[in-house]
T-cell receptor
């Protein structure tokens, strides 16, 4: 069975500082990995995905994520945080083949960026 | 906006009421999903429709009944709900069920069951 762990319920960072939101996964075979963001009173919005190729994936709003197969991780990063980045972030995984095509989501990490 | 709309945005109902949630997508997608989002819990997949056919029912109680009359519309009919069913119900769509495709989510319906 596939699973996603987001070990931090909340991440606090000062505006202008780099941010990292952690995600580790478990899946049979190769993974397809996704990050979504949820702003208050909104649904989830797609940020970026890793399918194949370059381990560093660039996405919307200046976010990027690094796929590390040996550590089964897909951490979300941004070089300089903005107050407007404060939101709930979800990591999701699907197996590239076999198993269930349904994505499995993590519990979410609340990112708070302080002015 | 993501191209997926949901109505109503907020709903309060008693345990004996019958109500329906509506989802509409304007993206030309063929797969639609219902999720339940509760605080401090992972997103729970409820139902999946692909080309109007239900392909997944994730052991959802029968008090939740989905309907997909066409590829653009998805309903969730509710009856005799329990207080623990109070949650944010999210609709999503994707081009199809391919594994490398991202989903587009609506803003959700905040449901409170009294």
């Amino acid at each position: 069975a596939q699973s996603v762990a987001q070990p931090e319920d909340q991440v606090n960072v000062a505006e202008g500082n780099p941010l990292t939101v952690k995600c580790t996964y478990s899946v049979s075979g190769n993974p397809y990995l996704f990050w979504y963001v949820q702003y208050p009173n909104r649904g989830l919005q797609f940020l970026l995905k890793y399918i194949t190729g370059d381990n560093l994936v660039k996405g919307s709003y200046g976010f990027e994520a690094e796929f590390n197969k040996s550590q089964t991780s897909f951490h979300l990063k941004k070089p300089s945080a903005l107050v407007s980045d404060s939101a709930l972030y979800f990591c999701a995984v699907r197996p590239a083949s076999g198993g269930s095509y349904i994505p499995t989501f993590g519990r979410g990490t609340s990112l708070i960026v302080h002015p | 906006e993501t191209g997926v709309t949901q109505t109503p945005r907020h709903l309060v109902m008693g345990m004996t009421n019958k109500k329906s949630l509506k989802c509409e997508q304007h993206l030309g997608h063929n797969a639609m999903y219902w999720y339940k989002q509760s605080a401090k819990k992972p997103l729970e997949l409820m139902f999946v429709y692909n080309f109007k056919e239900q392909t997944e029912n994730n052991s959802v109680p029968s008090r939740f009944s989905p309907e997909c009359p066409n590829s653009s519309h998805l309903f969730l009919h509710l009856h005799t709900l329990q207080p623990e069913d109070s949650a944010l119900y999210l609709c999503a769509s994707s081009q199809d069920r391919e594994r490398d495709i991202e989903q587009f989510f609506g803003p959700g319906t905040r449901l409170t069951v009294l």
